[in-house]
């Protein structure tokens, strides 16, 4: 069974910084792309961040570049997502998702596995 399971949310103050972790199990995730969406109240979920299997090249939603860094251990079969500067617009569920392809796409619809998601919350 896959599991991608979460960790590292909480409440930091507005520029702040959180590192967000995720550890799949139940497979090898290295030949796989994974990303962190976010779902804020009332929103739709959208993509936050991507990496690659082949390239390694991560792609990043405007809002987020240059604050936010994901990056992943094939050896740990973990995801990371780096935060900073955070902003109370980036306060969300996030989510950790893989999809059985190798390139980076922005759809929730074609990501595979989803991890039960983890609370970010930034104060003003």
């Known amino acids: 069974q896959v599991q991608l399971v979460e960790s590292g949310g909480g409440l930091v103050q507005t520029g702040g910084s959180l590192s967000l972790t995720c550890v799949a199990s139940?497979?090898?995730?290295?030949?796989?792309?994974m990303a962190w969406f976010r779902q804020a109240p009332g929103k739709e979920r959208e993509f936050v961040a991507g990496?690659?299997?082949?390239?390694?090249?991560?792609y990043y939603t405007d809002d987020v570049k240059g604050r936010f860094t994901i990056s992943r251990d094939n050896a740990k079969n973990t995801l990371y997502l780096q935060m900073n500067s955070l902003k109370p617009e980036d306060t969300a569920v996030y989510y950790c998702?893989?999809?059985?392809?190798?390139?980076?796409?922005?759809?929730?619809?074609?990501?595979?596995?989803w991890g039960q998601g983890t609370q970010v919350t930034i104060s003003s």
């Open positions: 998702a893989a999809r059985a392809s190798t390139n980076v796409v922005r759809a929730t619809t074609d990501y595979d596995y």
């Open positions: 139940g497979r090898t995730f290295n030949r796989n792309a």
């Open positions: 990496v690659s299997w082949i390239t390694a090249i991560p």
